[in-house]
């Protein structure tokens, strides 16, 4: 539910200036809300005028959302906005996390950091003062001949690593990626002008209309079909940091029309498996992933890949993995369960699946080494193994995906799984 603040009107109150600096905030935070709306949203509250509360809030919406998932971003800035008590404060502590305070009491709701993001737009945030140490401070200088620039730093930058604002500049870039995926050719056929089998019935059923003369041949080709995307993404302690921007990406690809996919289906586990397919559906990505984490009880908690995978195969597997579907598995592979039953339930996996390509956080480090027994027992029944710890890795899933021939990182580490 909407908070309404009072609104206590004084009589050279600036109203027209308010509402532009309001759809100013709603401009940022990314709904369409320009200088015509402007114009219409102050005519419409002049007319509707200030006897309810309530009516402002949805004379306002009415003039600046059009689409559903508009409207918590809209709510979000519309209660921060007109005089909400402590606004202020509470975004500050949002977007400083390490300040104590408002953030404490309650959790943000969906579209709350989006809002108060575009409300603190050019508001300089300045750190709190430290007192100085004692003494003689040392002087480090430091040579930017050789640095990247803030894109490329921003592409090989570790999620784990990123602030807050580069945190949210990442997830604007993953807001724009796609993971495009090739027609898979059934036997079935369909008529083709330009295909390569005659369609004998069709040419006799044309002549028998012309008298029984055979003018043209038809022709057939075999029908395409797009596959499913299965996601399985783990959320324990480990794979937190990470999850939340797959989940963001997932999100994307589900949501993005004509990306190639039949359907997106996204999973996760950490001490139980949860179906989140449904909320990912929604259309603003901070309510779908605040309904997500809602549904996954299990969120930064243990992790049981092995008991996870065998709910998966028993009751989902012969739903979702028809067709040739392709399987995202995310996870760093640290289980504590058998590892025996963990190999027997990802064989299971992989031979229902088209394809299974593992995103491993872990490969980012040059060490890397298939030495825990979860990760040595999954390895032998994937088809691509890959890392996911930046947004370099996403861009380069693409790739992974369009071909079926990648392997990643797999063979070099099968070899190292082979020497012992």
Request: with cysteine; charged share 25%; proline share 5%.
């Amino acid at each position: 539910m909407v908070e309404y603040a009072p609104l206590d009107i004084p009589e050279d109150g600036k109203l027209a200036a308010n509402i532009t600096h309001f759809a100013r905030a709603l401009r940022k935070a990314g709904l369409p809300a320009g200088p015509g709306r402007v114009v219409d949203a102050i005519r419409a509250v002049e007319a509707a005028g200030f006897t309810s509360r309530a009516d402002f809030f949805f004379t306002l919406q009415a003039c600046f959302v059009n689409r559903p998932e508009q409207r918590a971003v809209f709510a979000q800035i519309f209660r921060l906005y007109w005089r909400d008590p402590r606004y202020l404060e509470h975004m500050m502590s949002m977007m400083l996390p390490a300040i104590r305070g408002v953030q404490e009491e309650r959790a943000a709701r969906a579209a709350e950091r989006r809002a108060a993001e575009a409300l603190l737009d050019g508001v300089a945030r300045d750190a709190p003062d430290l007192p100085e140490p004692e003494g003689e401070s040392e002087q480090i200088e430091i040579d930017a001949a050789l640095t990247m620039s803030a894109e490329e730093r921003l592409r090989t930058l570790d999620f784990e690593q990123m602030t807050t604002a580069e945190m949210a500049a990442a997830r604007r870039r993953i807001a724009r990626l796609s993971l495009p995926v090739p027609p898979l050719k059934t036997r079935r056929l369909a008529a083709d002008p330009r295909g390569r089998r005659p369609d004998w019935r069709a040419t006799m059923r044309a002549a028998l209309r012309r008298g029984g003369a055979i003018e043209r041949l038809s022709w057939r080709a075999r029908r395409t079909r797009w596959p499913n995307l299965v996601a399985l993404c783990d959320i324990s302690g480990s794979m937190s940091a990470y999850s939340r921007v797959v989940l963001h990406f997932l999100h994307s690809v589900a949501n993005e029309k004509g990306a190639g996919w039949a359907k997106v289906h996204a999973f996760t586990f950490g001490t139980r498996l949860t179906n989140i397919t449904r909320q990912l559906g929604a259309r603003d990505v901070d309510a779908a992933l605040a309904a997500a984490g809602a549904e996954a009880r299990d969120w930064e908690g243990g992790t049981r890949i092995g008991h996870c995978l065998h709910v998966f195969n028993r009751d989902w597997s012969r739903r979702v993995l028809g067709s040739g579907a392709v399987v995202l598995l995310i996870t760093d592979g640290l289980d504590r369960d058998d590892p025996e039953r963990l190999a027997r339930e990802m064989e299971r996996l992989h031979l229902s699946a088209r394809r299974v390509i593992w995103i491993n956080p872990l490969l980012r480090w040059e060490g890397f080494a298939p030495r825990a027994q979860g990760i040595a027992a999954m390895l032998p029944h994937v088809d691509c193994f890959r890392a996911g710890h930046n947004l370099a890795s996403l861009e380069a899933l693409a790739d992974a995906v369009a071909d079926a021939g990648d392997q990643g990182e797999k063979l070099r580490l099968m070899q190292m799984l082979a020497a012992g």
